[in-house]
């Protein structure tokens, strides 16, 4: 055990003093930890570091000095028989298989302390290596694990066949049980998609927003089911504006820009970053294309049945525009279908658009579910999309 005496300077109300103080190497603290742990019949389990966001000159591999002081625990618990994590090991090699941009989020304000997203991956590394230990005295621990199995959509998988995966809010899942009752037009998605073809998923939920489709793990279980040669249908947007810190607490900054900020929400008191519209857009195409999953298809709001001159309402200058923005700067197909319904109930007019919805001016009834399927088909074909070969 490497032991140095040094003279430490000590600052107390602006006089400068020293005094000695022992420092001992890393391995010496490590050791005494161990030491002390045992000595109250607790359990030493030695980890590495986090990694840091430090990349190599062409940017392909994190680096930094914590793979070193992993090295040095990994000796220590060797040395005294103790349950060894390689969480610095784990972490980075996930973190090297993300685009910069994913890899980057992970991190927060500097290139060190992680975000929610890094916290939360550090966590399942954590827990991975734990159950990956074999170590006979971590035994025990493993038997405390939970969910440590990926959370998945439930997908009734054929050979040969891909899968489309729907996400979205209630225009795309909703009740969809009575006749009279509203509909999203996943629960319709045979009026598009030819099902002998392709299976279709309806991951979508009434009432979410971008934020919280992904804040509540839904995109999550739709990321971790994804297999290389499926498709994904991404449509919000109804229920991303309004109150952020408040009410329902589920809207998004608006517009496209690569930013976010800290909210302190009112219901609870807790602080939650939020990012921007097009921020979430592009970390379900980022990870979708992450796993091979292709195209990925940005599908426009419904319209709602509002009227004026004639007219049914169309929001072009802000979520189109939106959509439009994201789906050139990422190469992405869109499909309109905010604009491609709106022609067809122009044409029918106002009062015989009432057919279309039920309840209210946004959500579908059975007919209007149909024809905004319809409207997704139309789309595909219209732009000669890959996905086109699937439908009916």
């Known amino acids: 055990m490497t032991t140095v005496l040094v003279n ?36 030493p389990v030695l980890m590495s570091l986090t990694p840091k966001k430090y990349r190599t000159a062409d940017g392909s591999k994190l680096r930094g000095d914590e793979h070193k002081f992993g090295h040095w625990a990994e000796e220590i618990a060797r040395e005294l028989d103790v349950p060894f994590v390689d969480l610095n090991t784990i972490s980075t090699n996930k973190l090297e298989s993300y685009s910069v941009w994913k890899c980057n989020y992970h991190f927060f304000t500097d290139n060190i302390h992680t975000s929610k997203f890094g916290a939360e991956l550090n966590a399942r590394s954590a ?10 005295a971590i035994a025990p621990l493993k038997g405390m694990l939970q969910n440590v199995e990926l959370p998945v959509v439930p997908v009734d998988r054929k050979a040969g066949k891909p899968v489309v995966f729907l996400t979205g809010d209630s225009t795309v899942k909703n009740t969809d ?39 509540e793990g839904r995109w999550e279980k739709v990321y971790n089911s994804l297999q290389k040669g499926d498709y994904v249908l991404i449509q919000f947007g109804h229920n991303d504006v309004g109150a952020i810190d408040s009410l329902k607490e589920r809207a998004d900054i608006m517009g496209t820009a690569d930013t976010c900020h800290v909210y302190k929400l009112k219901s609870n008191g807790k602080y939650e970053v939020v990012y921007s519209f097009g921020w979430y857009l592009r970390k379900m195409i980022d990870d979708t294309r992450e796993k091979g999953a292709t195209p990925i298809l940005l599908v426009s709001l419904t319209p709602r049945n509002i009227w004026k001159n004639g ?9 189109g525009k939106w959509y439009r923005e994201i789906a050139e700067e990422m190469g992405v197909e869109l499909i309109d279908v905010h ?47 890959p996905l086109a070969a699937y439908v009916k």
């Open 339 to 385: 604009n491609i319904t709106a022609d067809k109930y122009d044409k029918k007019g106002e009062k015989k658009v009432k057919a279309y919805f039920n309840h209210d001016h946004t959500h579908s009834s059975l007919k209007g579910a149909k024809e905004n399927a319809r409207s997704i088909r139309q789309g595909l074909k219209n732009m000669r999309s």
């Open 127 to 136: 827990a991975e290596g734990i159950a990956a230990c074999e170590h006979p």
């Open 177 to 215: 049980k009575e006749k009279e009752g509203m509909w999203g037009w996943g629960a319709v998605a045979s009026e598009a998609f030819d099902t002998k073809k392709i299976t279709a998923v309806n991951a979508a939920m009434a009432g979410r927003s971008l934020r919280t489709f992904l804040k």
């Open 311 to 319: 007219k049914i309402e169309r929001r072009n200058d802000t979520y």
């Open 8 to 43: 430490v300077e000590v600052i107390n109300k602006g006089d400068t003093t020293y005094r000695e103080e022992m420092i001992y190497s890393y391995g010496g603290y490590l050791r005494r930890y161990v030491a002390d742990i045992r000595a109250k019949g607790a359990n």
